[in-house]
Nanobody
């Protein structure tokens, strides 16, 4: 089992920045990748960014150049730095860890971009 705890969401004005954190605990060995997904009201959950155990990253086209995913292996934590936020980035953001063919999800953190 892998436990994930997200933090860092909140209300921000358009053009602002936020940093999300996801701390992993439990059976963290053999985690293939971790990532951030988001789900806006009335929409399906979508991929935002992922990072593998070797540091390779992948981003949704809608966030390229604005968001950066990173990891601190010593703290078992993954971060999502979000800059130049837009109202359409408003969603619940979920952290995911993939390990041995299974996916583990955090509880989600709300990000609201509004003036």
């Amino acid at each position: 089992q892998v436990q994930l705890v997200e933090s860092g969401g909140g209300l921000v004005q358009p053009g602002g920045s936020l940093r999300l954190s996801c701390a992993a605990s439990g059976s963290i060995f053999s985690i293939a990748y971790m990532g951030w997904y988001r789900q806006a009201p009335g929409k399906q959950r979508e991929l935002v960014a992922t990072i593998t155990s070797t540091g390779s990253t992948n981003y949704a086209d809608s966030v390229k150049g604005r968001f950066t995913i990173s990891r601190d292996n010593a703290k078992n934590t993954v971060y999502l730095q979000m800059n130049s936020l837009k109202p359409e980035d408003t969603a619940v953001y979920y952290c995911k860890a993939a390990r041995l063919g299974l996916g583990y999800w955090g509880q989600g953190t709300q990000v609201t971009v509004s003036s």
